[in-house]
């Protein structure tokens, strides 16, 4: 019995020193190669960064849109937040009460509908498709030269069967909702829309021509609704 206890833990003994050496090993394989493992990490930081640099700049353009007593959108500006309590006065609404016309506005802003006519207003089918970024010397955005000639402003054909490569309207709009965003602060009632691209002037242009569209489709609702009443 004594000799089968005294096996028992030589065997373990043995087990953990053997781990011992193991764990020692691994230690000096670490130190013995800890040049080689600087440089793999420096390697990959300085890769990380250059790749960052290397992407194209997305500039956002945002309005805050509060709903007025005559049920129209007015865009406040492109104010921080901080400055949001002092529209409250403005907005002519009752913050406690969700609006049905905001809701709606809200529902007309993410519809397809809504897209084509902002996209035919703004003539944004070819920036929002071929473009892969922006020339800040030249204020010009740069377009992908395999699909879209922007000398001729038209989009190039496939080789083989001669078919264009412009996208569809449909695939346009999945698009521009990957740029495009509207939300309400459910606190103050307020309507955040926000448009990201390569360019910060049809960044900025896109969120100015939506206030102009839902504007519009809201007083030609209003002159229906009157002239059926």
């Not at 005294?6 to 043995?14: A, G, V």
């Not at 420096?42 to 790749?51: E, P």
């Not at 030249?138 to 992908?144: E, F, G, M, Q």
């Not at 569809?168 to 965003?181: G, R, V, Y």
């Amino acid at each position: 019995m004594s000799n089968e206890f005294e096996n028992l833990t030589n065997s373990k003994d043995l087990r953990f020193f053997h781990d011992g050496l193991d764990l020692m090993e691994m230690l000096n394989a670490i130190l013995k190669y800890k040049y080689t493992f600087l440089f793999l990490f420096a390697s990959l930081t300085v890769l990380v960064v250059i790749y960052a640099i290397s992407l194209p700049n997305i500039y956002s353009s945002k309005a805050i849109l509060s709903e007025s007593d005559n049920f129209k959108l007015s865009s406040q500006g492109y104010s921080p937040s901080s400055r949001l309590s002092s529209l409250t006065s403005l907005a002519g609404i009752n913050l406690g009460e969700s609006s049905l016309k905001t809701n709606e506005a809200i529902q007309i802003l993410k519809s397809y509908s809504f897209f084509i006519k902002l996209m035919e207003k703004e003539k944004l089918f070819d920036p929002l498709m071929a473009s892969t970024g922006w020339d800040q010397s030249d204020n010009k955005l740069i377009y992908n030269s395999s699909i879209y000639d922007s000398l001729k402003n038209e989009w190039k054909k496939n080789n083989r069967s001669n078919i264009s490569l412009k996208p569809t309207n449909q695939e346009a709009f999945e698009q521009f909702k990957q740029f495009f965003s509207v939300s309400q602060d459910i606190e103050t009632g307020f309507v955040v829309i926000r448009f990201k691209h390569f360019s910060p002037y049809l960044a900025r242009q896109v969120v100015d021509s939506t206030i102009s569209v839902i504007n519009q489709e809201f007083r030609s609702n209003a002159i229906k609704e009157a002239e059926l009443s």
